[in-house]
């Protein structure tokens, strides 16, 4: 069969297709025309992918696109409008770049030339107002890689290489544009063999820094292994369990993004480890970002200690550094396998004192978690650790948690234990919302399982709740979502209290992070996506509302389970107009007619 000619616009969609994305979520617009033509040609030609999810909102898109990459490990597409579209990702740009998550994002330029001298010349004042100077700007300082489409000639390699590249370790956003004018240039298709632009291959350590590292470990008294992310490769879990078990070493995960070690297992030390940085004289921080926070605790100067990670460096944050013996830059599940090529067939004397220490530690750690559910339960209390407690008793072992709770995150990871990999996820980034659109990425993921986000009632506010729960309905993605309304901004509230503990606006309660506990965010999202709404106000009725959400889920209904938790805040909202004397002591008297006080 003769090849024929095609615009650059149905090369993207067949470079996408070729490569195995399978989704592209999409907010299309009037730079998309030839983006859309191709997609409606592949449809009457009976080629049904890449399937397209309409998101009323980019922030959704590009968080379905996280949440995706998150289960599967492969990059999907992002497609959105010019300048406008591409600010409107917002946030969501920075949490697939903090979180290392493959994904290829399009966006269109306004038309270049505007006398119709070309296909695709501006017609409309709108392409004169997106003309901006630099929209590759917007996202620079996220993205992996950013390229401009030019030509029909070169687009497949062009496309390919913008996945290679996301594919490749530390995995990442990367940023693709195109104007209206290149989207319609027309060119043979390139021959391209998919199977030359693989990502590149997964490093192993040195031999002798997993000597160095096996040595120190093996011969330490209190070592200590702390991580963040490395259970983000599942078969990794294992690996790590039998190391631990085999060394007796005591695993702590800080700000886990996923599970990365069962919480019940004897060995764990929990969330924190700055309580274990005093006596551990050895430290492998493998796969997390930010081991400690030295403003909270350091490792004893004695200690020995080593970075594992794909980017140990962390190049991509200006201000970081964590003093260590070694940073080695590697794939953490091909280090575990070296540091178990060197461990001995049967644990040894040291190594049963080393575990027994730890399954004491961690004993004790659980302990206090238990008591403090414990009293919250009895005192009949709404709380983060009794709805994380509720909600374990009623899920089965295969359900997945996306935790984006914020300040109460730890206290859901506490008492919602997870002890499967792939049943918690979370967000590395900072940009709240995120769950939004991720829950929804991580259900069309796994289709056939319970997926539960818990989030803030602040986070809710930041997902796009309209844009989520419209998707949710339309493409049949039912997630349970359940809000800890505690009224307002906790994180924000805690940092003014650490920093002016004794000043006037903690003593005063004038924080302005109050919203009040007053919005309807199951009406949001019944409005907006046909949801169930349940909202809680006593303990009574917390068991029932998480039930029947669950229930309403598995018949595919999105479900918001509102808990309405001790408000952190009382103060009231501040009037809008304000007196035109604000002198302090003035005479009130002498404001004149008109004027109120």
Known sequence: MTPHESTAGALIVDALRAAGVTHLFANFGSDHPAIIEALAQDRENGIDTPVVILCPHEYSALSAAHGYALVTGEPQAVFVHTDVGTANLGGAVHNAARSRVPVFVFAGLTPYTLEGELPGSRNSFVNHLQDVADQHGIVRP??????DIRTAANTGQIMHRALQIARSAPAGPVYVTAAREA??????????????????????????????????????????????????????????VELAERLGIVVVEHNAEVLSFPRQHPLHGGDDPHRLLREADVILAIDTDVPWVDAIGRPRPDARVFVVNEDPLQVSLPLWYVPAERFVGADSGLVLRQLLDRCPPAADDA??????????????????????ADADRDARRLTAATVARALHDLL?????????????????????????PGTLYGNR????????GGALGVKLAAPDRTVVSIVGDGTFFFSAPSSTYWIARHYGLPVLTVVLDNGGWN????????LHPDGVAARTDRLW?????????????????????GLVTDFSELHAALRTGLAKTAEGVSAVVTVRMHAISDQASEPTTTHENTTPGADTASLGEGHTT
């Open 513 to 533: 992070v109050n919203l009040q506990q007053s919005a309807d965010f199951g009406g949001v999202a019944a409005a907006a996506g046909d949801a169930w709404s």
């Open 183 to 240: 989207l319609a240039d027309r060119a043979l298709p390139a021959s391209i063999d998919v199977a030359k632009w693989a990502p590149v291959a997964a490093n192993p350590a040195s031999e002798d820094a997993a000597d160095e590292i096996f040595a120190a470990l093996a011969a330490a008294t209190a070592p200590v292994i702390i991580t963040t992310y490395l259970g983000r490769d599942r078969a990794s879990v294992a690996a790590l």
């Open 429 to 436: 980034g900072t940009s709240l919302g995120w769950s939004g």
């Open 142 to 147: 996220y993205v992996k890689w950013s390229y």
């Open 396 to 420: 089965d072992d295969d359900a997945i948690v996306v935790n984006e709770a914020i300040s109460a995150a730890p206290a859901v990871w506490k008492h919602l234990p997870r002890e499967l």
């Open 351 to 372: 190594a049963t004192l080393r575990a027994a220490r730890g399954a004491d530690l961690g004993r004790a750690v659980r302990q206090a978690w238990d008591d403090e």
């Open 491 to 498: 994180a924000t509230k805690r940092n003014l209290e650490r």
